[in-house]
C-alpha cells in the first residue's frame, strides 16, 4: 500500500485535492500521500495540489500564497462541482505534445513468454529480408534489464520498427558500454513478415473493406469495442460472427478494444514520448491486418492486392 500510494500521488493523478485540516496533518498517511503530491508539484509546471480548506492548520511545504477554497462557503456539491470545472479545462500548454507525429524513433517489442513489452528508442537499423540489426539505447531504466534478459534466449519476439514488422527469432544480444552510454545491439531472424488473414469476407451487407475499417477504428478510436454477451438469439450469433471478422480469422493479433487508453496512464505526463509509443504500437497491429482489395467484383473471396494500411 504504501509504494501504491507514492504511485498515485507521485506519477498517476491529474491532480491531487488535499482536504486540509487539523487531523490530515497529523496522520501518517496522509502525511506520506502530502510528501509524494509535493514531490510531483515541484517537478511539473502548472497547477497540481488543489486545497480545500477545512480550518486554518498549517501544512508543511504548502505556502501560505497558493490558492485555495474553503469548505465551509461551497460544501460538498460545489467542491465536486469546481473540480468537474477545472477537469474540463485543456491540458496546460506547457505540456502539450508539439505538432503531428510522422514517425517514431522507437521499436515496439513484444514478448509473449514473459507477457512483456518495451518501447526503446533506436540509434541505428538494418532490416532485411530475413534479418535485421538493431541498436538501441534506452531512455528507460526498465529496458536495459529487458534486453539483457534476451541475451542467450533464442526466444522469439514481435518486432515493429519504422513501417517494418516482423516475429523474429533473437539471434545474438550485445550489451556495449562506451562514453558513458549503455547501448545494446540486437541481431534478429526474421521467421515471418505478413500477418496478414488468409482472406477478408464482407457479410451482414459490409464489405470487407468496411470490416476492416470497422477493426481500425476501433484499434485506433476505441470504436465499438467487444462487449461480452452482447444481444440474444439470433442478432447474439450474428454479432459473435461479425466479431470474428472484425478480430481477423487466424490473425496474430486480435484486438478486442484500443490500447491506447491504458497505454496512457504509464505517460500522461510525457506527451511526446506516449505519441512516439502510441504511433509504433499503431503501426505493429495496423500492419498485422494489411489492407485487401478485390480484383474482381462481386467475388467474396476472390483475388486479392495487398496494401500497406501503416498510420500517417
Known amino acids: 500500500m504504501y509504494e501504491h500510494l507514492a504511485e498515485i500521488y507521485n506519477r498517476k493523478a491529474r491532480y491531487c485535492l488535499m482536504l486540509?485540516?487539523?487531523s490530515y496533518a497529523t496522520k501518517a498517511w496522509t502525511t506520506h500521500e502530502r510528501r509524494n503530491a509535493q514531490a510531483r508539484a515541484l517537478e511539473q509546471k502548472g497547477e497540481y495540489i488543489l486545497p480545500v480548506r477545512f480550518d486554518n492548520t498549517r501544512i508543511p511545504g504548502l505556502p501560505s500564497t497558493i490558492g485555495y477554497i474553503r469548505f465551509q462557503e461551497h460544501g460538498a456539491e460545489g467542491v465536486c462541482r469546481l473540480l468537474c470545472q477545472r477537469l474540463r479545462k485543456p491540458t496546460d500548454?506547457?505540456?502539450a505534445p508539439k505538432g503531428l507525429l510522422t514517425t517514431s524513433p522507437r521499436a515496439c517489442i513484444l514478448d509473449p513468454d514473459e507477457n512483456l513489452q518495451a518501447f526503446i528508442?533506436?540509434?541505428?537499423?538494418?532490416?532485411?529480408h530475413q534479418e535485421a540489426v538493431l541498436m538501441f539505447e534506452p531512455d528507460d531504466a526498465t529496458d536495459g534489464p529487458f534486453l539483457d534478459r534476451l541475451q542467450g534466449s533464442r526466444r522469439s519476439v514481435d518486432i515493429a520498427f519504422k513501417h517494418n514488422l516482423g516475429l523474429c527469432q533473437i539471434e545474438d544480444v550485445q550489451h556495449i558500454?562506451?562514453?558513458g552510454r549503455d547501448r545494446w545491439?540486437?541481431?534478429l531472424r526474421i521467421t515471418e513478415s505478413d500477418f496478414t488473414p488468409a482472406m477478408e469476407m464482407g457479410m451482414q451487407g459490409l464489405s470487407?473493406?468496411?470490416i476492416a475499417e470497422r477493426r481500425a477504428r476501433r484499434i485506433l478510436l476505441d470504436e465499438n469495442p467487444f462487449v461480452e454477451g452482447k444481444g440474444s438469439g439470433a442478432k447474439k450469433l450474428n454479432e459473435a460472427a461479425l466479431e470474428v471478422f472484425i478480430r481477423g480469422?487466424?490473425?496474430r493479433f486480435q484486438p478486442k478494444g484500443s490500447p491506447f487508453p491504458a497505454l496512457y496512464h504509464p505517460y500522461n505526463r510525457q506527451p511526446d514520448k506516449f505519441l512516439e509509443v502510441a504511433w509504433i504500437l499503431g503501426v505493429l497491429l495496423l500492419t498485422a491486418f494489411k489492407e485487401h482489395r478485390r480484383r474482381r467484383r462481386g467475388d467474396q473471396v476472390g483475388t486479392y492486392a495487398k496494401r500497406d494500411a501503416a498510420p500517417r
Not at 533506436?122 to 532485411?128: A, G, K, N, Q
Open 121 to 128: 528508442p533506436v540509434i541505428e537499423c538494418t532490416w532485411e
Open 249 to 251: 480469422v487466424n490473425a
Open 20 to 22: 486540509v485540516s487539523d
Open 185 to 187: 545491439s540486437v541481431r
Open 208 to 210: 470487407a473493406d468496411d
Open 177 to 179: 558500454h562506451k562514453d
Open 93 to 95: 500548454a506547457s505540456v
